[in-house]
């Protein structure tokens, strides 16, 4: 550690924050907008303008746009997220009795598809352009270019339907025994692991092909080390930087993925909650939701740009 | 870019996978994939008019039937004729999506001509502002949106062409900061023309095939994203139904194996890989893509 890295560190976190700030703007301008609003829409259209105006007041909306910015702002770094429009139930408890469940099936999937990444990556690096390399190459590629419910629905397809492995949807209610917990959670990791192993396994590929292909590793095979060796010791530590940076940056895919899979295997997530939310235009739900999926992508985007900082061997040893 | 960022190396892969030793499969899957563009563009214009069957009319069949000679694609949860259903749904899924596109490009080449031609403090503060939109992951930004304004076909054209406005922007912007510093630029400077003049005739011409070969990407892009709000049942809203909302409706024959969950969903990763495939075979070597 030292003061160039501090200094970067630093502008970089700071930026984060303040992208952090926009995003927040973001979201309340856009929920902000329309012209006809929340409370109309939710009396419907025969409310009478008395019932209209008394709620649009104990909803706070009477104040001028500027006040009301002001005080989401203050409430979301408070962690005071409201009341939902729907069931009236405070956005906060409905959010903590979800947020679990989807820790958990993000956590279980990078625990599966971070290794089964690395060891995609690296052996088809090292076996450049060989017939393994080009098969794992056309799959990522295929992988990336459809739409997460076609891998979902293959899967359920394959394991579900003609196997008869798995059961097609989670049921989080009636799980006893390690067994039943497998078989929950078996397709939706599946599908996730797919969807963001794709991703990390082409950037792992790239970082060590970048690194083998360095004069150092040149030097080391005409000094006659042996192919084991010179991966290893020698391109492997060099590529942590880069690899560490890919597999941040691929993670943050699993925020786009947990929505759709969350959806079709009907998992009670936090991913199910804001999509439920957006049907019924519950919009302090959606806000809350929006913030803590954009904070999330922000701290993983964060941590690749700082496993970035800390790869760069300029920086390192100034 | 929060949408899979380095789709562009898909070329280079692709060459790896199939090196020159396999040149005739290489150009056979070339040769193929524009023909499958094509074949979903025709059906965009007149695909509801050669439908087998009324598609939204009830037939004499099961729910969910298999492939049969009499319903190619089988049938939905309604009874009703799959291949008339996708056909006629190919309107939506294309149309919605090119026009979505033409307008992010477009507007991304617009303003990234502007930044670069006037510069100062309208390039820097665009450019930040763009950039700091990209921080907002795509799904997230049309669900927000679509939690405010209610889904309407002009409110999702609208939605993802923002989207993908800012990715355009920066190619063309970081392209045409580098064309203007070339001697032909300088030389038509001295001539005396004026900024647009300049804009349009020296600059613009030099990034047709990047900008092309960007329009390409953006749309697969945005079918990925309208499809999965389809999905979600919160894009195209029934009676109108896009491929995406076909997945949706018959999501309860998964369990059974009909193919009408799967059909709908092959038919656009045929249409997304078919684009993929097509801009590699005709911007082959894409060194000039930012």
């Known amino acids: 550690m030292n003061q160039t890295i501090g200094r970067l560190l630093l502008s970089r976190l700071v930026i984060s924050l303040l992208t952090l700030w926009f995003v927040a703007t973001v979201v309340f301008v856009i929920t902000n907008l329309l012209p006809g609003d929340v409370a109309q829409t939710l009396l419907g259209q025969s409310a009478t303008p008395e019932a209209v105006a008394g709620l649009r007041k104990s909803l706070g909306l009477d104040l001028p746009p500027l006040q009301r910015y002001l005080a989401w702002l203050g409430n979301l770094v408070t962690g005071d997220l409201g009341q939902s429009l729907v069931n009236r139930q405070p956005v906060a408890a409905l959010i903590g009795s979800r947020l679990g469940n989807s820790l958990i099936l993000a956590g279980v999937t990078a625990l599966v598809a971070v290794p089964l990444a690395l060891i995609l990556g690296i052996t088809s690096a090292v076996a450049r352009g060989s017939l393994y390399d080009r098969t794992v190459g056309a799959g990522t590629i295929l992988v990336v270019s459809v739409p997460e419910f076609l891998v979902a629905s293959l899967a359920v397809l394959i394991f579900a339907v003609h196997l008869k492995w798995v059961p097609a949807l989670s049921q989080l209610g009636r799980v006893d025994g390690v067994l039943d917990v497998l078989r929950v959670f078996a397709l939706p990791v599946f599908t996730l692991t797919c969807v963001i192993m794709a991703q990390m396994a082409r950037m792992t590929r790239a970082a060590l092909i970048d690194a083998l292909s360095s004069s150092y590793v040149e030097m080391a095979v005409l000094k006659g080390a042996s192919r084991a060796r010179i991966v290893l010791y020698h391109a492997l530590p060099n590529a942590i930087g880069p690899i560490a940076n890919a597999i941040a940056f691929s993670l943050s895919f699993l925020l786009g993925g947990v929505i759709i899979v969350e959806t079709i295997f009907n998992y009670p997530g936090i991913a199910k909650l804001m999509v439920d939310g957006v049907a019924t235009r519950d919009l302090p739900l959606v806000q809350a939701c929006a913030m803590l999926f954009c904070g999330a992508y922000l701290v993983l985007v964060t941590l690749a740009d700082i496993a970035a900082i800390f790869a760069n061997p300029r920086l390192r040893h100034q | ?290």
């Open chain 2, 1 to 290: 870019m929060s949408a899979a960022p380095d789709r562009d190396e898909s070329d280079a892969v692709l060459r790896s996978v199939m090196p020159t030793g396999r040149l005739k499969l290489r150009s056979v899957a070339r040769g193929i994939a524009p023909c499958i563009v094509l074949f979903w563009l025709v059906m965009a214009l007149i695909g509801p008019w050669i439908t087998p069957y009324d598609p939204s009319a009830i037939q004499d069949a099961d729910l969910f039937e298999a492939m049969s000679w009499k319903f190619l694609l089988g049938t939905d949860y309604f009874g009703r004729d799959m291949l008339s259903r996708i056909l006629a749904g190919a309107r939506y899924t294309v149309g919605i999506a090119l026009v979505a596109t033409l307008l992010s490009v477009g507007s991304g080449l617009l303003l990234g001509l502007a930044a670069s031609a006037i510069g100062g403090l309208f390039d820097a503060a665009l450019s930040r502002f763009l950039d700091a939109l990209i921080s907002i992951p795509s799904k997230m930004f049309g669900l927000v949106v679509v939690a405010a304004f209610g889904s309407s076909i002009p409110v999702l054209i609208l939605t993802l062409g923002i989207i993908y406005l800012p990715g355009c922007y920066r190619m063309v912007r970081s392209i045409a900061v580098n064309v203007a510093a070339l001697d032909f630029v300088t030389v038509a400077r001295a001539r005396g023309e004026g900024t647009f003049y300049i804009m349009l005739r020296e600059i613009l011409p030099n990034m047709i095939g990047p900008v092309l070969a960007d329009f390409g990407l953006r749309f697969i892009y945005v079918v990925l994203l309208l499809s999965s709000l389809s999905f979600l049942g919160l894009g195209v809203q029934p009676p109108e139904a896009d491929w995406g909302s076909l997945v949706r409706e018959n999501i309860g024959g998964l369990p059974y194996g009909a193919p009408a969950v799967i059909m709908p969903a092959l038919a656009i990763a045929s249409l997304t890989i078919a684009v993929n495939l097509t801009i590699d075979g005709l911007f082959g070597r894409r060194e000039g893509v930012a």
